[in-house]
């Protein structure tokens, strides 16, 4: 076992439990948040405190374009020992960024200043909005320049740091919203102004732990390398377009609801939303847990080490997914009635809808990593920006021609984002490693089935039982999901069997179970040598 596998494995637990108590997290605050903010301030003013955070996301976008590439080439150098390197790598990307947020303020300007003409406002939001958009720009200066330095903590494989200061931001913004409302009165402006306190919080501690993590690296204008701007733009200028495509498949969809159908629309979709966004979020938390160590094999030239990895995450993440996308289609109306109130459980169909492709979407994300890890973003990027402008003119068309409202919005997105992830990404992943074309395919097909399966016996079962209350309702999906999850793992090879049992915390590695587990897919294996 290389120094690196060994690091990776002992680092491996702490990071997945801190990645699953991220989700957690973020499950717990969306759920509990969306119907707290609609109750409190109202359907179309929540519609409008997601559009403004997409200011927030298009910090999200920039920043994490930019940290890809920073990322990639810290962790070459760092593993390379090279520090003189990183140090100019680290201050060059540092101040780069600030640059870049700086540059931005005229363009939140004019946003802010004609909002009133590219959104949908009522007159009674506007000045609390106008308010919400300002704190949403002073939110993307600090978030950009805090990114940077999370890339020490990326490059030495402490993700679990990093997920502790994701859950605090959370918390902080939870709790400071509800405390404001309590203390004066529900408004937007109040979120906009616990967004910009918790952001300054949370940079100067990522700061702090940056600097202790990682004391060799440097801040200073004279570790600026000019030089470095051409390699580092050069790969996140094509990750940068990558995003923006990615951003026009995920935040115009509110934006055409608010602009071509109403503001009360783009509120109920931005509801329903929260569910494909903690989807979404619990995929990329799962995917993160092996990024750092594909950069690493890869920069160790450990290529069929990358193969393998690989392919035991997309089918992993494919199957982590699976289970309660169809859990959470089969109980949509119920659902919708116990968490919003029975005037949304029409809308379950657009659920349905909103959710159902993302058993592959989101599956196949490790795959980015691979990407990345091989520098090869041009090629993904001016596709996802194609498929993006597709998905936006498709929810136009359909809303405009076909009169499909808010259900054309969501199958745009399920046309756009399925050719893209689904057909195209697994072919180009594995064409740049000249392997055949069904490489990263094969790995998710078994989630559609699991899927597929979990959805018809709910659906059956529905036929003979109801499940109205908030008990049966959970008995219902437990019971699915302990079906659906135990059918995934006996899907399971061997070799991902024992990625996943090695993502246990040590103290439940340590008990018997594990080692029984462990011991019987070896001389599973022995018998078939």
Same mark, same amino acid.
């Given at each position: 076992m290389t120094g690196a596998s060994a690091q990776f494995k002992r680092q491996l637990p702490r990071n997945f439990a801190l990645q699953i108590l991220l989700f957690g997290t973020q499950v717990g605050i969306g759920i509990w948040l969306v119907p707290y903010l609609i109750q409190h301030v109202g359907i179309v003013a929540y519609g409008l405190i997601t559009l403004a955070a997409v200011l927030t996301d298009y910090v999200g976008i920039v920043s994490q374009s930019i940290a890809v590439a920073v990322n990639r080439f810290l962790t070459i150098s760092l593993q390379r020992?090279?520090?003189?390197?990183?140090?100019?790598?680290?201050?060059?990307?540092?101040?780069?960024?600030?640059?870049?947020?700086?540059?931005?303020?005229?363009?939140?300007?004019?946003?802010i200043w004609y909002a009133d003409s590219i959104l949908t406002i009522p007159h009674a939001l506007h000045h609390d909005m106008v308010i919400l958009l300002v704190c949403s720009a002073a939110t993307f200066v600090m978030n950009l320049v805090a990114s940077i330095f999370g890339v020490p903590l990326y490059a030495n494989n402490r993700l679990d740091i990093l997920r502790m200061i994701d859950i605090a931001r959370y918390l902080l913004r939870a709790g400071g919203i509800v405390t404001l409302f309590i203390m004066f009165e529900p408004s937007l402006r109040y979120v906009g102004y616990v967004y910009v306190c918790s952001s300054l919080l949370l940079l100067s501690t990522q700061a702090i732990i940056s600097k202790r993590l990682a004391p060799t690296l440097r801040l200073g204008l004279r570790h600026y390398d000019w030089g470095k701007i051409r390699q580092l733009v050069g790969m996140s200028g094509w990750t940068l377009?990558?995003?923006?495509?990615?951003?026009?498949?995920?935040?115009?969809?509110?934006?055409?609801?608010?602009?071509?159908?109403?503001?009360?629309?783009?509120?109920?979709?931005?509801?329903?939303?929260?569910?494909?966004?903690?989807?979404?979020?619990?995929g990329a938390i799962i995917a993160a847990v092996a990024a750092p160590m594909l950069m690493i094999y890869y920069a160790r030239s450990e290529l069929g080490q990358v193969v393998r990895l690989s392919q035991a995450s997309v089918r992993a993440l494919a199957l982590a997914v699976a289970v309660p996308i169809a859990i959470i289609c089969l109980t949509s109306s119920t659902l919708l009635r116990l968490w919003l109130g029975p005037g949304f459980t029409h809308l379950a169909p657009l659920m349905v809808v909103m959710l159902f492709h993302l058993v592959i979407n989101v599956g196949v994300v490790p795959l980015l990593n691979v990407q990345v890890s091989m520098n090869k973003v041009r090629k993904p990027a001016v596709v996802t920006l194609i498929t993006g402008a597709l998905n936006l003119a498709l929810a136009i068309a359909f809303i405009t021609f076909f009169d499909w409202g808010i259900y054309g919005v969501a199958i745009a997105g399920a046309i756009a984002l399925t050719a893209k992830n689904a057909i195209w990404m697994p072919i180009y992943t594995a064409g740049i490693m000249h392997k055949p074309w069904h490489t990263f395919i094969k790995p998710y097909m078994s989630a559609v089935g699991?899927?597929?399966?979990? !959805? #018809? +016996? $709910?659906?059956?079962?529905?036929?003979?039982?109801?499940?109205?209350?908030?008990?049966?309702?959970? @008995?219902?999906?437990?019971?699915? !999901? #302990? +079906? $659906?999850?135990?059918?995934?793992?006996?899907?399971?090879?061997?070799?991902?069997?024992?990625?996943? @049992?090695?993502?246990?915390?040590?103290?439940?590695?340590?008990?018997?179970?594990?080692?029984?587990?462990?011991?019987?897919?070896?001389?599973?294996?022995?018998?078939?040598i």
């Open positions: 020992n090279d520090l003189l390197e990183a140090n100019r790598i680290f201050s060059t990307a540092f101040f780069t960024n600030l640059a870049i947020g700086l540059a931005q303020l005229p363009f939140f300007f004019v946003f377009i990558n995003s923006i495509g990615g951003l026009l498949f995920l935040q115009t969809d509110i934006f055409v609801c608010n602009r071509f159908i109403g503001p009360a629309a783009a509120g109920e979709y931005a509801a329903l939303l929260q569910w494909p966004t903690l989807i979404r979020a619990g699991i899927f597929l399966g979990v !959805s #018809a +016996l $709910g659906a059956t079962i529905n036929q003979f039982v109801t499940h109205e209350s908030l008990i049966s309702t959970i @008995l219902y999906s437990v019971s699915l !999901s #302990a +079906l $659906g999850y135990v059918a995934a793992w006996l899907i399971l090879p061997k070799d991902d069997r024992r990625v996943v @049992l090695s993502m246990l915390p040590a103290r439940f590695r340590a008990r018997p179970e594990y080692a029984t587990n462990l011991r019987r897919i070896n001389q599973d294996d022995t018998k078939k």
